[in-house]
């Protein structure tokens, strides 16, 4: 179970941050063609970090507060408001200005290196992040680097507490769900998105328009994903691959990734992976989610 995360935004350049109540860019619908199941399996797996399919996924329960740091105040308020609009579109409750950020994006000249110095003076981007997860967010293929707080609690929202009888690592006290009732329907344990920090390399970031970035942006902040490798011609698309292969990256959100924001946070509490993905898969064969490209 992580602690309640903690941004140092010190470690971080202090350059504007863009107000959420800034007029959000239109979305707007176009056709895209449907695709075979089969296919969108693979990339739901790839596009959600291939979890495990009997957990569930972590998303934000309390209120979104959104900050985007970057050293172009129009172009902040720009990728501000179109991750704003794609959150409301996924049924994200969203808090006003004067909140307390829990989510958060900002940009680098040299993200790499700051990592670094904040890695080795032992200073923490999260509270509860280890030296081990900010090492492996240093190891990402694309130009961004993503962190995550999430806490595992009871379906209801009651923390899953540590229990000297439950065996925890190293000899310390593991985590005990003291949920008495269970079943095969009723989800008794969900995971708690607590706080999510996107850092972006500037020069990688350099050509692509701000709803790409916004729309990238929107699945690595509001939910669990992992990097994808480019999709065959012909096979399903999606935003994540906007650094991997920038020239034929989509302009905005596909279809599926709509769908698996969609998913994520239409499902009930504590659904498995496997549920939240199949769901986002048949929706998109089915040609729901419209996105264009």
């Known amino acids: 179970m992580r602690t309640p995360a903690l941004v140092l935004l010190t ?94 994006v900002t940009f680098s000249d040299d993200a790499q290196a700051q990592l670094r110095e904040i890695r080795k003076s032992g200073r923490r981007l999260f509270a509860g992040i280890s030296a081990r997860e900010i090492d492996a967010a240093m190891g990402a293929r694309d130009p961004v680097y993503v962190f995550q707080a999430s806490r595992e609690t009871s379906a209801t929202g009651a923390g899953i507490v540590a229990s000297p009888e439950a065996a925890g690592p190293n000899g310390m006290p593991g985590p005990e769900n003291r949920v008495y009732s269970m079943g095969r329907i009723k989800r008794e344990v969900r995971e708690d998105m607590l706080a999510a920090l996107v850092v972006i390399d500037n020069g990688a970031a350099a050509g692509l328009s701000p709803i790409q970035i916004a729309d990238y942006t929107s699945l690595r902040l509001l939910a669990p994903t992992g990097e994808v490798d480019v999709a065959e011609a012909g096979g399903p698309r999606t935003i994540m691959a906007l650094f991997a292969a920038p020239d034929s990256a989509p302009a905005t959100m596909t279809r599926f990734d709509r769908a698996y924001l969609a998913a994520l946070y239409r499902m009930p509490r504590g659904s498995f992976s496997r549920e939240v993905l199949r769901a986002a898969v048949r929706e998109t064969a089915s040609g729901g989610a419209d996105e264009g490209e």
């Open 11 to 104: 470690a971080l350049p202090a350059i504007p941050a863009a107000a959420q109540e800034a007029e959000a860019p239109p979305i707007v619908v176009e056709g895209e063609k449907r695709q075979a199941e089969e296919a969108l399996t693979d990339l739901a797996h790839d596009l959600a970090g291939n979890p495990r399919a009997d957990r569930p996924l972590a998303r934000f329960e309390k209120p979104l507060c959104l900050m985007v740091a970057a050293g172009n105040p129009e172009l902040g308020r720009e990728i501000a408001a179109r991750i704003i609009d794609n959150a409301k579109a996924a049924k994200v409750r969203v808090r006003g200005s004067g909140c307390s950020p829990n989510a958060l």
